[in-house]
């Protein structure tokens, strides 16, 4: 499976932007797929995980609230809806597929990586 993430961009403290994870190749349906970022000098972390079939979402808690994962199958694209955007938001935003269709916090348990966009907020 091979991952690409858009939708990055510069936006204002409060406001929103959604990211796009369009994958090709293999069976995109049957792999849980997670948002994760990473700021400069900082480990990466996870954001946001949904399951297969989009029945299952986890959102870490510095995010809970804002950000919205789903999933449209048919399309073979996640989305990272992000409101109320904080300047500490600001990172490179990754997608990956995870080894099966459970989610997982951990980034060892995801196989296929996207390349990364940015996404900065200004104060």
């Known amino acids: 499976v091979q991952l690409q993430a858009s939708g990055g961009g510069l936006v204002q403290a409060g406001g929103s932007l959604r990211l796009s994870c369009a994958a090709s190749g293999g069976t995109f349906g049957r792999y849980a797929v997670g948002w994760f970022r990473q700021a400069p000098g900082k480990e990466r972390e996870f954001v946001a995980a949904?399951?297969?079939?989009?029945?299952?979402?986890y959102y870490a808690n510095s995010v809970k609230g804002r950000f919205t994962i789903s999933r449209d199958n048919a399309k073979s694209t996640v989305y990272l809806q992000m409101n109320s955007l904080k300047p500490e938001d600001t990172a490179v935003y990754y997608c990956a597929a995870a080894r099966d269709s459970f989610i997982y916090t951990d980034t060892r348990q995801y196989l296929h990586w996207g390349q990364g966009t940015q996404v900065t907020v200004s104060s």
């Open positions: 949904i399951n297969w079939n989009g029945g299952a979402t």
